[in-house]
């Protein structure tokens, strides 16, 4: 589920930008500026590359940045998996035909 990015308190999306850059990037205050990556992840999410995802069924029900493309690829995927299961079932369905001999 997507949810609008300026619907997030400030802290929590704070979080999940700074958690965004840490696991995308590898950014800290030691090896590369947090601060800079920050800027350009709040950007990244303010003209829509970057969406805010929740997933309630996920046990531990967690929001994160994701970008368009991931979303837009891990849909195809979906859709994939499901076309795929559907052509399995209809495959191992008896046909009428062969029912009757």
Not at 39 to 47: F, I, M
Not at 85 to 93: E, V
């Amino acid at each position: 589920m997507l949810i609008p990015a300026d619907s997030l308190s400030a802290e929590a999306l704070e979080g999940l930008v700074e958690e965004y850059c840490m696991r995308e990037h590898g950014c800290n205050e030691v090896d590369s500026p947090l601060a800079a990556h920050k800027n350009y992840v709040h950007g990244k999410l303010r003209n829509g590359e970057l969406l805010v995802m929740y997933t309630p069924n996920n046990p531990n029900q967690v929001a994160s940045l994701v970008s368009r493309e991931q979303l837009l690829a891990w849909e195809q995927q979906q859709q994939e998996d499901s076309d795929d299961s559907l052509d399995a079932m209809a495959d191992q369905a008896e046909s009428p035909r062969d029912f009757w001999d």
